[in-house]
T-cell receptor, first 107, second 114 residues
């Protein structure tokens, strides 16, 4: 069983829709990163959070440490949000990566 | 520009050869992390250096080695290359010795072994 499970693996939505990507992990962690990887391959760190909720523009990330679950939400989605989103819990002094959710937003 | 510089961006080489990938961390960051991303796998942690010393080791093959120099840039050496080594290789940097204090990725080196 993978230590990090993301769902869905693939998501296609219309522009403007509200998007939710989920991440569940099995180990105890002190923080969790959400990463965005664009088709060109570059990776950007979107959030690092250890409790509650963080918001940056149209992106919102939440985490429940007790339930070992985090979600990434995108409001008013736009085609430029099309990318692979990767969650990466930090525990046991290392980052573990999910396999990513491929998001495609259709105009 | 993230501040983390990786060179080269693309590399094509033959099986059995040796290559060196280079990473310059963001200014002020002391840790460098190396990752491999193959088509059929997610990001795999290879190795971390902190202020010139090896800090943590992941799934790094014996054919691979790395080091961090006094100016904090790092090099990842891949030898006796196999077709399966074709992948994106990323480095990331952070100010401290863990990913808790901020984490910045480079744009990656795409290695193709033919």
């Amino acid at each position: 069983k993978n230590e990090v499970e993301q769902s869905p693996q693939n998501l296609t939505a219309q522009e403007g829709e509200f998007i939710t990507i989920n991440c569940s992990y099995s180990v105890g962690i002190s923080a969790l990163h959400w990463l965005q990887q664009h088709p060109g391959g570059g990776i950007v760190s979107l959030f690092m959070l250890s409790s509650g909720k963080k918001k940056h523009g149209r992106l919102i990330a939440t985490i429940n440490i007790q339930e070992k679950h985090s979600s990434l939400h995108i409001t008013a989605s736009h085609p430029r949000d099309s990318a692979v989103y990767i969650c990466a819990p930090f525990g046991n002094e290392k980052l573990t990566f999910g396999t990513g959710t491929r998001l495609t937003i259709i105009p | 520009d993230s501040g983390v510089t990786q060179t080269p961006k693309h590399l094509i080489t033959a099986t059995g050869q040796r290559v060196t990938l280079r990473c310059s961390p963001r200014s002020g960051d002391l840790s460098v992390y190396w990752y491999q991303q193959s088509l059929d796998q997610g990001l795999q942690f290879l190795i971390q250096y902190y202020n010139g010393e090896e800090r943590a080791k992941g799934n790094i093959l014996e054919r691979f080695s790395a080091q961090q120099f006094p100016d904090l840039h790092s090099e990842l050496n891949l030898s006796s290359l196999e077709l399966g080594d074709s992948a994106l290789y990323f480095c990331a940097s952070s100010p401290g010795d863990s990913a808790l204090g901020g984490y910045t990725f480079g744009s990656g080196t795409r290695l193709t072994v033919v």
